[in-house]
């Protein structure tokens, strides 16, 4: 038993000290991943080494102190591709910025895990399908803009709860049903919904459902 206790202090320290580097290696997986499901003909993805221990070198990439992603920076930078569910695993992520790009397909629900996020740019692409009731696990958000897309449905009711929305911008897509007026819903201007045709709003509770017309 003696043997075992001396063992442990001796081998437990230097497994935590791993710790960081396991975390910020399925980090680089994470965007590893993303950058297979994505065309990049200018290179602005060429420093994205997965061999390196930790992605906190590669351009776009902000890190803090513990070589936790913290930031990917990739808005207008003429990359073309999808988003896969790997970009959940980047549970520090304050800020996912990947506007104004040519991203298909449907947003990923696992974005719903990045329970940190601050703001979230996803405008300006040619995503489909819904948004996904997930993000009402985000509620640290404080900025969503999913504007001139393909999205269609209608407006999660769930994201009602995010109280620290301040800037929710989902114009120039193809959603469906009533705007909601709970929760941080009642401050945003009517723009922020425009040139949807089948979205009519603000809703009147109790007189007709919130996904009328979907």
Same mark, same amino acid.
């Given at each position: 038993? *003696?043997?075992?206790? #001396?063992?442990?202090?001796?081998?437990?320290? =230097?497994?935590?000290?791993?710790?960081? *580097?396991?975390? /910020? +290696?399925?980090?680089?997986?994470?965007?590893? *991943?993303?950058?297979?499901?994505?065309?990049?003909?200018?290179?602005?993805?060429?420093?994205?080494?997965?061999? $390196?221990?930790?992605?906190?070198?590669?351009?776009?990439? /902000?890190?803090?102190? +513990? +070589?936790?992603? @913290?930031? $990917?920076?990739?808005?207008?930078?003429? =990359?073309?591709?999808?988003?896969?569910?790997?970009?959940?695993? @980047? &549970?520090?992520?304050?800020? %996912?910025?990947?506007?104004?790009?040519? =991203?298909?397909?449907? !947003?990923?629900?696992? $974005?719903?895990?990045?329970?940190?996020?601050?703001?979230?740019? #996803?405008?300006?692409?040619?995503?489909?399908?819904?948004?996904?009731?997930?993000?009402?696990?985000? &509620?640290?958000?404080?900025?969503?803009?999913?504007?001139?897309?393909?999205? /269609?449905?209608? !407006?999660?009711?769930?994201?009602?709860?995010?109280?620290?929305?301040?800037?929710?911008?989902?114009?120039?897509?193809? %959603?469906?049903?009533?705007?909601? =007026?709970?929760?941080?819903?009642?401050?945003?201007?009517?723009?922020?919904?425009?040139?949807? +045709?089948? $979205?009519?709003?603000?809703?009147? &509770?109790?007189?007709? *459902?919130?996904?009328?017309?979907?």
């Amino acid at each position: 038993m *003696a043997v075992d206790s #001396l063992l442990l202090s001796f081998f437990l320290p =230097i497994l935590l000290s791993f710790s960081p *580097a396991l975390s /910020t +290696n399925s980090e680089g997986n994470a965007l590893s *991943a993303l950058r297979s499901r994505l065309s990049d003909p200018t290179n602005v993805l060429q420093s994205w080494d997965p061999t $390196l221990v930790n992605p906190c070198t590669w351009f776009h990439v /902000t890190c803090d102190s +513990n +070589n936790h992603v @913290l930031r $990917l920076d990739l808005g207008n930078s003429n =990359i073309s591709g999808s988003l896969g569910p790997e970009l959940g695993q @980047l &549970k520090h992520l304050q800020y %996912l910025e990947l506007y104004k790009n040519n =991203i298909v397909g449907k !947003i990923p629900k696992e $974005l719903g895990n990045l329970g940190k996020l601050i703001s979230m740019d #996803l405008y300006g692409n040619k995503l489909q399908g819904k948004i996904p009731e997930s993000f009402a696990n985000l &509620k640290s958000l404080r900025f969503l803009r999913l504007n001139d897309n393909k999205l /269609t449905g209608s !407006i999660p009711r769930e994201l009602t709860t995010l109280s620290d929305l301040k800037v929710f911008d989902i114009s120039n897509n193809d %959603l469906c049903g009533t705007i909601p =007026i709970d929760g941080p819903f009642g401050i945003f201007p009517m723009e922020s919904f425009a040139n949807n +045709n089948r $979205l009519n709003g603000p809703e009147l &509770k109790g007189l007709v *459902a919130y996904d009328f017309g979907c």
